[in-house]
């Protein structure tokens, strides 16, 4: 594949790659070389989605029917963090090139790289032009920190709560242009608030994208997200979480959640936990009338290098649980590798099973299996902004997933990582808004840390 020059967020992120490990070599012990650290991480994607019973995808820009999608893309993400400088008062910056480059998929099969439809970009505004052969860009970030427990970031940030959880399950991060500040003064309990001004998708080539949601898309009229939040680790069983997000003129979003592990003896572990998530319409009500609460609860046993997990979601509402534009994941059990079961007024059953190989004397290599059922969909109140549910009364689906994954432990290879993510999901009853379809991806991932050499 042939490198275009004349991309700068392009040219810029591989010399970041290959410069900037240079300065973090030569680092000396003060101040804010010190704490430096630079990473490399190379991340190599598959991803295929083959449509069943007569389901298909569109071409967003030929308007074509596929019945699969199948893409592959390799990703360079080169992060350099710096230490403080010394002082009650302490400075720094944090800078992150990252890069991507299609290695297969036509026009046919690229999906748009947003939402669960592939890691390979379109170009336009509305994502429905030709797929990109590369796309890049670096996020800055400034930081200071107060007193050795308060931390302020401005430039693009990475916000990690429950109502704004940046992704990274693409090929390249998302990130978010605003600033953040983190207290975490008093023993166990985290303070965090936020105020983002737009978006950086992650293939978006650069920073000022508009603010939106999942299900709704962006908006130019969003001006803001803000949020704040309080984690509370009351001890090494119980943690309270508490947190709020307002997207200008679209929700206001209220977050809680607690979570419960209780050793029984050695090998064997009781954990529980519930999640609560309140949205409300505010402002102009961009997205129309909002009322819906969502929640979920879990029970889990852990036993040696074996855990089940079981759990209840419901989401009560005449809109679907929607969260921050291109974000994930969200709190809720519930969420899945190919459907959100959120749906309006739905009601869902999971099933989970892990095993860690260590167990077997193979460590690093794990295994996951849940099976979801959602029933009982019913969107036909829902407003123009959630048309595609407004067919659906009765509505069905389940989905099952299969992981297999495995960490290198030792040698040359150290902490390389593949994953293998096979879904099936089925739906059934008047359910349209989602597909009957199987998913595949492949996952390589290598980190390359400076701080050894």
């Known amino acids: 594949m042939r490198f ?12 970041l790659a290959l410069g900037v490990s240079t300065a973090a070599v030569a680092a000396d012990d003060e101040g804010f070389l010190e704490g430096s650290r630079f990473q490399v991480l190379n991340r190599n994607i598959y991803f295929s989605q083959d449509f069943r019973n007569g389901d298909s995808a569109l071409n967003p820009q030929t308007g074509e029917r596929k019945t699969r999608r199948s893409e592959w893309a390799h990703g360079v993400i080169a992060t350099f963090e710096s230490g403080f400088t010394p002082g009650v008062v302490g400075f720094g910056l944090d800078v992150r090139g990252q890069f991507g480059i299609k290695l297969d998929g036509g026009d046919g099969l690229v999906g748009n790289g947003m939402a669960g439809n ?7 505004y509305n994502f429905d032009g030709e797929p990109k052969d590369e796309f890049g860009r670096v996020d800055v970030a400034l930081k200071m920190r107060l007193f050795e427990d308060t931390e302020l970031r401005y430039g693009d940030v990475r916000p990690l709560t429950p109502v704004v959880n940046t992704s990274d399950i693409r090929l390249l991060p998302q990130s978010f242009r605003g600033g953040t500040v983190m207290n975490t003064s008093l023993k166990g309990l985290t303070l965090q608030a936020g105020k983002l001004e737009s978006n950086a998708d992650r293939t978006a080539t650069a920073h000022r ?16 997200f803000v949020y704040f939040g309080a984690d509370y680790q009351v001890n090494d069983r119980l943690r309270l979480r508490l947190h709020h997000g307002r ?8 977050f809680l959640g607690v979570d419960w592990n209780q050793p029984l003896r050695e090998g064997l572990k009781l954990r529980a936990g519930a999640k609560y998530y309140r949205t409300r319409d505010t402002g102009k009500s961009l997205m129309g009338d909002i009322n819906n609460d969502s929640w979920s609860a879990h029970v889990g046993l852990d036993v040696g290098a074996h ?4 759990a209840r979601t419901h989401i009560d509402g005449d809109t679907p649980f929607d969260y921050v ?3 994930w994941d969200f709190y809720l059990d519930s969420f899945s590798q190919s459907s959100d079961f959120n749906s309006p007024n739905e009601r869902v059953w999971m099933a989970r099973y892990d095993y860690d190989f260590a167990g077997l004397g193979i460590p690093g290599l794990s295994f996951t299996t849940r099976y979801m059922r959602g029933t009982d969909i019913d969107g036909t109140k829902a407003g ?3 048309a595609a549910y407004q067919n659906t009364r009765d509505g069905r689906h389940w989905e099952n997933d299969v992981w297999l994954g495995y960490v290198v432990q030792s040698g040359p290879a150290k902490d390389l990582s593949f994953r293998i993510w096979h879904a099936t999901h089925r739906v059934s009853g008047d359910h349209t808004a989602e ?3 199987d998913e595949l991806r492949l996952i390589f991932e290598y980190p390359l840390d400076f701080r050894l050499f």
Request: hydrophobic share 35%.
């Open 4 to 15: 275009n020059k004349k991309n700068p967020a392009c040219a810029a992120s591989l010399t």
């Open 118 to 124: 592939g890691i390979v970009p379109r170009r336009g």
């Open 209 to 224: 994208g508009d603010l939106g949601t999942a299900y709704g898309g962006r908006f130019k009229e969003a001006d803001d």
């Open 247 to 254: 997207l200008d003129d679209v929700w206001n979003q209220a």
């Open 307 to 310: 855990s089940f997990t079981v």
């Open 325 to 327: 534009w291109n974000t």
């Open 384 to 386: 123009p902004h959630y």
């Open 435 to 437: 597909a009957n379809l």
